[in-house]
């Protein structure tokens, strides 16, 4: 169950949505399905970067979709 809900709050990233609420989603289920799992603490980092970047839309964008599919490649 977990594992689905990380892939699919990774994928509503991954296929485009840069919305906070889809950034705050994935943090949230990574912090709720593995706490202090090591293996996600760049995603959870680089996800609370771009919820501080908001006011320059598209600047951590990529770096997210990146850091989300190393933690999927890593991960599961």
Known sequence: MSNERFLAAAQRVLDGDDSMEAANELKDVVLDEFP??????ELVDVLTRYASDQDEPG?????????IRETIARAM
């Not at 202090?36 to 603490?41: A, C, F, L, T, V």
């Not at 600047?59 to 850091?67: G, I, Q």
């Open 59 to 67: 600047t951590v964008t990529e770096e997210v979709r990146t850091v």
């Open 36 to 41: 202090g799992d090591e293996q996600y603490d």
